[in-house]
């Protein structure tokens, strides 16, 4: 099986910095560390490097490696493959310019060089399972001559948030034959490896790195890392030679087998989303991009003693979510198969649960953050989607008292102004100074968009839990009559959100102001759950009212244009982007959400996959080969944000899976 290949680009994007520099590249290693850069080989982020790890169970991730910059020697010639960015414009040297291909082998970055009559190939990958990064070159062409690549090891162990003086620490490297060791006294040992090559030991920092993606985002935007070693590697046609950048002092140091393993993996991911899904056997390119993409996302976090798993909600700055985790969920594992990492993640979750509430984060330092009107109501739809797909009702009979109990607490009350309404049968939620809901914006003390009182998805989610959690009861022979009553008043009560003027519906009702009349993306959710508390008629006019306000080729915007507080782009300092945040900004995962509803209210499968599409294009811009977090709400609808979101890849492989199977049950019907 072959993976794909179709991100690819040539000297007209290699060798254009400002659209080189835009490309970028990510690697995940199931652990919750990364490796990260350009297309062009320069440090565009605090964030990118060749390994980033968190050193402890707390989940704070620090970067360790950032570079390892080579020159080819070609007799007296020494030629650049490697590019860096410096204070004051200054982009020396400029071996982009060398670049004559760049392309993804499934998720491994593949740059080709052209330097006179030799051809370079280089790769970069890391282990699954393991803190390892490894970085391969490989002559392509015949020649006599005496071939040597000069390569710089840059180091660093700064928390990944932060950037470094020089000086910032100040390790013991030695050497010994192929190995260094980079040990910081009580923190780590960083262990470099090398194939076909000799190694050095150097202690040189190099200062007044330029990070331009940070100055746009209003943050410090010089950087420094400590030059730990250099490496000689001769270069022989058509073999591989190169380094092994890991904290596991046994890392295998045989390029060529670890390569093996990792393509045989990502064929594995693939061909077990074949076997649940015949369709990925047809499906487009970037369909089968994101299965592999999807898995990027998930990583192991062990709960006491027992393999547990969740999801990176995305790279590079988020760390855990809950509600990011579980919208995720079905995108993530169920669309390929992945029937056992779901319930693993629904499992480990099942441990956080307090108050009847959710994590809406977890911080680096481990600390469970309660802040979330929705996980808890998300939990329960991601238990519907992982029992429709795999009828394990045993794993269904342990979690139930757990999903019983966080219905009972939200008709109880519970913690974060959540309360259920006797007369109306609705959620109310929130409280002055709090951000409950999804669009959780704030800046100081000012929540952007509070939305105290009735959100419109909150109680989408609210009925479509009860009718779901109904039908668990029947499932277990329990008593579901409570659930399809209270089912039954919230689906009386949501009829309120509905505007007289056909208009969609209202965002918030009984807040502090009265209802909300602001035009956002949140009444979707009405159409694209399961249950639906609206008819026919009135799905198709929030249908209608989402796609001609709304609706971006990447997502849905998150306030009509028309309203004075829309911001049309995402952009600035840190305030400057929050309170653009929910206030016009589209967000990609929401796009799926309302293809899937308008399929639902019309049935027409060529124009939900024609949507979709869109989110195909967008692998090539960004994130390569992942989809972003945000865009622009104003046209062209430049990407912003993480350039790799959970919920933005699982979201839209959920809706292209829902498609196929609606495609097959239509066929054989």
Not at 261 to 282: C, F, G, K, N
Request: some cysteine.
């Amino acid at each position: 099986m072959q993976l794909p290949d179709f991100i690819r680009f040539g000297r007209a994007v290699c060798g254009d910095l400002q659209q080189a520099e835009q490309r970028e590249w990510w690697l995940a290693n199931g652990l919750g560390g990364y490796a990260a850069g350009t297309v062009a080989g320069t440090l565009t982020r605090r964030y990118h490097g060749l390994l980033v790890a968190p050193l402890s169970a707390a989940q704070a991730r620090y970067l360790l490696c950032a570079k390892a910059d080579a020159w080819l020697v070609d007799g007296e010639q020494r030629i650049p493959l490697c590019s860096n960015r410096w204070g004051g414009g200054v982009i020396a040297p400029r071996g982009y310019l060398n670049l004559e291909s760049f392309h993804l082998e499934g998720r491994v970055p593949v740059w080709c060089y052209a330097l006179g009559d030799i051809l370079i190939e280089q790769r970069i990958w890391m282990e699954q399972g393991a803190h390892t990064t490894y970085v391969m070159w490989r002559l392509l062409t015949p020649t006599l001559r005496a071939l040597k690549l000069h390569v710089n090891l840059l180091a660093n162990a700064r928390d990944h948030h932060h950037t470094c003086l020089p000086g910032s620490f100040n390790p013991k490297i030695d050497a010994q034959g192929t190995r260094l060791r980079v040990h910081q006294t009580g923190v780590f040992d960083l262990h470099i490896q090398t194939q076909g090559g000799t190694l050095n030991p150097r202690h040189d920092w190099m200062d007044n790195f330029d990070l331009p993606q940070e100055r746009l985002r209003g943050l410090d935007d010089r950087d420094a890392h400590l030059c730990v070693g250099e490496v000689e590697l001769a270069l022989y046609p058509d073999e591989g030679v190169g380094l092994v950048v890991s904290l596991d002092y046994d890392a295998s140091p045989y390029l060529s087998e670890a390569l093996r393993r990792h393509q045989a993996r990502d064929v594995a991911l693939l061909r077990a989303a074949e076997v649940s899904v015949p369709a990925y056997t047809d499906a487009p390119p970037w369909v089968r991009q994101l299965v592999l993409a999807a898995d990027s996302f998930l990583f192991s976090r062990p709960l006491d003693g027992v393999a547990g798993e969740s999801v990176i909600a995305g790279y590079p700055w988020f760390g855990e979510w809950g509600r990011d985790t579980l919208i995720a969920l079905p995108g993530l594992t169920l669309a390929s198969g992945r029937l056992d990492a779901a319930r693993r993640i629904l499992e480990t979750f099942s441990h956080s649960v307090r108050d009847g509430l959710l994590p809406n984060f977890v911080q680096d330092s481990g600390e469970a953050v309660y802040t979330s009107a929705d996980a808890a109501l998300w939990y329960i739809e991601a238990w519907r989607a992982y029992y429709t797909a795999s009828a394990d009702k045993p794993a269904l009979k342990r979690a139930y008292p757990g999903l019983a109990a966080i219905i009972a607490a939200h008709v109880a009350g519970t913690r974060l102004g959540i309360a259920h309404d006797p007369v109306d049968g609705l959620l109310r939620a929130g409280a002055a100074g709090l951000q409950v809901t999804w669009m959780d914006a704030k800046v100081g003390d000012q929540v952007v968009t509070p939305r105290v009182g009735k959100p419109v998805e909150i109680n989408a989610l609210w009925y479509n839990a009860l009718c779901v959690i109904a039908e668990f009861a029947r499932q277990l022979k329990r008593d579901a009559a409570p659930y399809q009553a209270l089912a039954a008043l919230a689906k009386q009560g949501f009829a309120r959100f509905i505007k007289a003027d056909g208009g969609g519906l209202f965002d918030v009702l009984d807040g502090d102001e009265g209802d909300d009349v602001r035009l956002r993306p949140n009444q979707i959710f009405a159409v694209s759950l399961t249950h639906s508390p609206l008819d026919s008629a009135q799905q198709a006019r929030v249908v209608e009212t989402v796609g001609q306000h709304l609706l971006t080729s990447y997502g849905l915007r998150s306030l009509d244009p028309a309203h004075p507080d829309y911001r049309p782009h995402y952009h600035g300092n840190m305030q400057q982007r929050d309170t653009a945040y929910h206030q016009g900004t589209a967000w990609a995962w929401l796009l799926p959400h309302f293809v899937w509803a308008e399929f639902r209210v019309g049935g027409d499968l060529a124009l939900a996959n024609l949507r979709l599409n869109a989110i195909g294009d967008h692998l090539l811009d960004a994130g390569l080969g992942s989809v972003s977090e945000v865009f622009d709400g104003a046209a062209p609808h430049a990407a912003g944000g993480a350039p790799a979101q959970a919920w933005s890849v699982a979201c839209a492989l959920e809706a292209w899976w829902r498609l196929q199977l609606a495609q097959h049950a239509g066929s054989a019907a």
